[in-house]
């Protein structure tokens, strides 16, 4: 079965963490880059973190640098958010995505998406 699912979202005081997981079955996970990506209500949906197939290079949204940290065990067909310093402004529903890389997909784009976790940050 194919699927792409998050998980560890929650309510969390301004100032604290949570880490988000995503788990990945039937694809071959390790030859698509890792995505976050998070929408607020009446927002547009906005890219929040990046890696590629190896784990390396990563690239964040300028508003989450040096507070959000991306990984992924391909082993283990997983990929985390660690999330630091939270803030309001970070509430928002957090969506995973497995977009194939180019190098084994030339021919096309292929990606997956998850159902979302609500992230809630909030005194």
């Known amino acids: 079965q194919v699927y792409l699912v998050e998980s560890g979202g929650g309510l969390v005081q301004p100032g604290g963490s949570l880490r988000l997981s995503c788990t990945a079955s039937?694809?071959?996970?390790?030859?698509?880059?890792v995505n976050w990506y998070r929408q607020a209500p009446g927002k547009e949906r906005e890219l929040v973190a990046t890696?590629?197939?190896?784990?390396?290079?990563?690239n964040y949204g300028d508003s989450v640098k040096g507070r959000f940290t991306i990984s992924r065990d391909n082993a283990k067909n997983t990929a985390s958010l660690q999330m630091n310093s939270l803030k309001p402004e970070d509430t928002a529903m957090y969506f995973c995505?497995?977009?194939?890389?180019?190098?084994?997909?030339?021919?096309?784009?292929?990606?997956?998406w998850g159902p979302g976790t609500q992230v809630t940050v909030s005194s």
């Open positions: 995505n497995a977009r194939g890389a180019s190098g084994f997909f030339p021919l096309g784009t292929y990606e997956y």
């Open positions: 890696m590629t197939t190896t784990g390396g290079p990563t």
């Open positions: 039937g694809f071959i996970f390790s030859r698509y880059a």
